[in-house]
């Protein structure tokens, strides 16, 4: 099976908050990393958080992290429709940093 | 995206032809990726390479080769190009762990769109 996985689709109300779930199996994960996909276009980080930190938080995104349960979350605050997107999150390990993305979640904001 | 660009952009081949994608960046950094995305699977790491002429495999290598003989190309070729080779293919440039208190940042080109009839 995938080593990072996310759910496919995620659909919410402009205004409304977004949470957008990951799992990872690796405890030896160093880094773990949220990136935005728009349509036609590469990815861009939004951010990344130290294995060893449980919050994160910067403006309206939110990422909490259970490394216990191998779960990585990214909240977005007062979703808007240019927050609709494809959302990786990523991990990186003690060799080489090569980063390990999951399948990608679709995030689709209605109005 | 800016420093890393990614050529062509689109191409449409037949199977059994050779094809190489050409990935340059103007960022100096040391590491340097090629991933290829396909929908359920995510990105999927093909091959990277640490430094000039020094590469290695990644997740799904099979059917694709690396080279870089100067810091700012990564050239992956496909030898004998096959319908599953359809895909979207990221290079990915980063400086690498130490350069960002131990995180490991992609920045990402704008992709290659490849389709093999």
């Known amino acids: 099976g995938e080593d990072v996985e996310q759910s496919l689709f995620l659909s919410v109300r402009e205004g409304d908050s977004s949470v957008i779930n990951c799992t990872y199996t690796?405890?030896?994960?160093?880094?773990l990393y949220w990136y935005k996909q728009e349509p036609g276009a590469g990815l861009q980080l939004l951010t990344y958080?130290?294995?060893?930190?449980d919050m994160k938080q910067d403006q309206r995104l939110t990422v909490l992290l259970n490394k216990k349960d191998k779960h990585l979350s990214l909240r977005i605050a007062d979703t808007q429709t240019g927050d609709s997107a494809i959302y990786f999150c990523?991990?990186?390990?003690?060799?080489?940093?090569?980063?390990?993305f999951g399948q990608g979640t679709e995030l689709s904001v209605k109005p | 995206d800016a420093g890393i660009t990614q050529s062509p952009r689109h191409k449409v081949t037949e199977t059994g032809t050779p094809v190489t994608l050409r990935c340059h960046q103007t960022?100096?950094?040391?590491?340097m990726y090629w991933y290829r995305q396909d929908p359920g699977h995510g990105l999927r790491l093909i091959h990277y390479s640490y430094g000039v002429k020094d590469t290695d495999k990644g997740e799904v290598s099979d059917g694709y080769s690396v080279s870089r003989s100067k810091t700012e190309d990564f050239l992956l070729t496909l030898e004998s190009a096959t319908s599953s080779q359809t895909s979207v293919y990221f290079c990915?440039?980063?400086?690498?762990?130490?350069?960002?208190?131990?995180?490991?940042?992609?920045?990402f080109g704008a992709g290659s769109r490849l389709t093999v009839l």
């Open positions: 958080i130290f294995s060893n930190m």
């Open positions: 990915a440039i980063s400086p690498g762990q130490g350069a960002n208190s131990g995180a490991n940042v992609l920045t």
């Open positions: 690796d405890s030896s994960s160093t880094y």
């Open positions: 990523a991990e990186s390990r003690l060799q080489g940093g090569k980063l390990i």
């Open positions: 960022e100096n950094h040391r590491y």
